[in-house]
Nanobody, 127 residues
Framework: QLHLVESGGGLVQPGGSLRLSCAVP????????IGWFRQAPGKEREGVSC????????VHSDSVKGRFAISRDNADNTVYLQMNSLKPDDTAVYYC????????????????????WGQGTQVTVSS
């Protein structure tokens, strides 16, 4: 069983920053795509960012492009989501997930392709 564990959520003021972490099983970053998704109350789950196994190249949704950055540390088996210039609309539960079907991110994250999910971490942007 492949377990992913998110951390780093919290309460932050608009314009602030947070960094989320996702601990992933050893060697999975070298083989599979890792994605970040979020879900706000009453809304559908939304793909935010993705990092490819093949070359570590990132993909970000239009809603976060220029503000969020996904990265990975192979030595620590951790994927990060650096979130800057946060807005109240970014408030959601954030999940990291593993896509065992692909080594390269698509331009659009498809939640149904991701088979393993973390428990989620709450991010609240409010003054």
């Amino acid at each position: 069983q492949l377990h992913l564990v998110e951390s780093g959520g919290g309460l932050v003021q608009p314009g602030g920053s947070l960094r989320l972490s996702c601990a992933v099983p050893k060697f999975t970053m070298d083989e599979y795509v890792i994605g970040w998704f979020r879900q706000a109350p009453g809304k559908e789950r939304e793909g935010v960012s993705c990092i490819s196994a093949k070359d570590g190249s990132p993909v970000h949704s239009d809603s976060v492009k220029g503000r969020f950055a996904i990265s990975r540390d192979n030595a620590d088996n951790t994927v990060y989501l650096q979130m800057n210039s946060l807005k109240p609309d970014d408030t959601a539960v954030y999940y990291c997930a593993l896509n065992t079907l692909r080594r390269l991110c698509l331009s659009e994250l498809r939640a149904y392709e991701y088979s393993h999910w973390g428990q989620g971490t709450q991010v609240t942007v409010s003054s």
